[in-house]
């Protein structure tokens, strides 16, 4: 994800809206008696660019010093053409506020869908962008009382903009999560995962020696659900499209954890019945594509089985033979991270209380932040406006 993260914003047109004031190598300075460690101009240049990796700083006044640098839109549009770097106004720290300098801030596909306006969740504009990304508490209003200075923060909701090097946020904004896991783990840990926690959470029972079938598996959420099902004893059939560097991807989704990887045209072949041999027919299928993919997957599922959308990146409509409804008795859901929260947001189970066994994943090495693996053409950036991992 940090890969394409730079590579999103570093294109051409991008580098250009992404262009740093002339001032701001002055503010990043050194003072002239130091000039023994004067920041190189590259190096300030990636920082400012990158929004990912920001230079230590000391704890100081939410008003205090030079204002933070965030990636504004003022309009909806192609994000090349709409994203600008500015100087952020921010507003005075609050009793329940929290001041937070933000250490990595991914891009998610839904993140240029709120860019372009195609998204059902829109951020009143002018807007920041970013919704997931991790930061650390610098200071905290006198009535705060879950959070202090030091500790790491992530978004408790989508539309938080976190695409900037600092901010100060209401205290019910923001979830605290444990600093000792690793960084790009901590930064993507409130979308995809959460999103993969819930999808092998709450539509079937599976135990261990259960199967699931899943498309788009080289997605950030595709990745998270091949992990934590390794992690929980489930076997995971993936389904990826054909592509140049197949034998690359397969190996990458096997290291992570997946039992069988296979490309979509294999769906419809008899050698499926080989994979059967060694492990069930899967009790439920993952559907984040769409059109005839999702068809070919269904045939698969067991009796009494459960799909799954969350996403439509082919915006092909989810085709269904009558007889798998009348002589298999199939269910078809439907998955949006965003309403869960809403749904959850007073009493059941919550964000947070998911976020404890992915984040002891990430803490003990048996799950590591999901990026786009594979061709630059993968099934994550081809998502529509009908994804729903945010």
């Known amino acids: ?42 190096r300030t240049l990636r920082v400012l660019t990158s929004l990912v990796r920001t230079p230590p700083v000391r704890a100081r006044s939410a008003t205090a010093g030079a204002p933070p640098l ?24 609050g009793d329940c506020d929290v001041h937070v300098k933000m250490l990595a801030a991914p891009i998610n596909p839904a993140d240029i869908n709120m860019i372009q306006g195609t998204y059902p969740l829109l951020s009143p504009l002018p807007a ?7 930061g650390e508490v610098l200071e905290v209003g006198r009535r705060v009382k879950a959070l202090k200075p030091g500790d790491w923060v992530i978004p408790a909701d ?62 950030g959420v595709g990745q998270a659900i091949i992990q934590i099902a390794r992690a929980s004893g489930i076997k995971t059939i993936n389904v990826v499209r054909d592509r140049p560097d197949l034998a690359k991807l397969v190996e990458r989704l096997m290291a992570l954890g997946a039992d069988h990887v296979i490309t979509e045209e294999m769906l419809r072949k008899p050698e499926m019945k080989d994979i059967f041999k060694s492990i069930p027919r899967p009790r ?26 969350y996403g439509g990146m082919a915006k092909q ?47 003990s090495g048996e799950a ?15 998502v529509s406006c009908e994804d729903s991992s945010i």
């Open 1 to 42: 994800m940090q890969r394409a993260a730079v590579r999103v914003l570093r294109g051409a047109r991008t580098l250009r809206v992404l262009t740093p004031p002339a001032r701001t190598p002055q503010v990043l300075t050194p003072p002239a008696r130091t000039p023994q460690v004067l920041t190189p101009p590259a």
């Open 70 to 93: 965030g990636l504004l839109y003022e309009r909806h549009g192609e994000a090349a053409d709409v994203v600008q770097l500015k100087d952020l106004e921010v507003p005075k720290l």
């Open 128 to 134: 920041v962008g970013g919704n997931e990304g991790v």
């Open 158 to 219: 989508a539309g938080l903009g976190t695409w900037r090097t600092h901010g100060v946020f209401p205290e019910e904004m923001l979830l605290k999560v444990p600093s000792d896991i690793p960084m790009l783990c901590a930064a993507t840990l409130s979308v995809n995962p959460c999103t993969a926690f819930r999808l092998l959470a709450d539509f079937e029972s599976l135990a261990p020696g259960d199967s699931i079938i899943q498309n788009a598996a080289n997605s």
């Open 284 to 309: 439920l299928a993952l559907n984040c594509v769409g059109g005839k993919s999702t068809t070919e997957m269904l045939r698969h599922l067991q009796p009494k089985g459960t799909m799954v959308t």
């Open 317 to 363: 409509p989810v085709m269904v033979p009558v007889s798998a409804f009348i002589f298999r008795d199939v269910r078809l859901r439907g998955f949006w991270m965003t309403q869960w929260r809403k749904d959850h947001a007073q009493g059941g189970p919550t964000a947070a209380s998911q976020d404890g066994p992915i984040s002891s994943l990430g803490r």
């Open 368 to 382: 590591e932040a999901t990026h786009q693996a594979g061709s630059s053409r993968t099934e994550a950036q081809d």
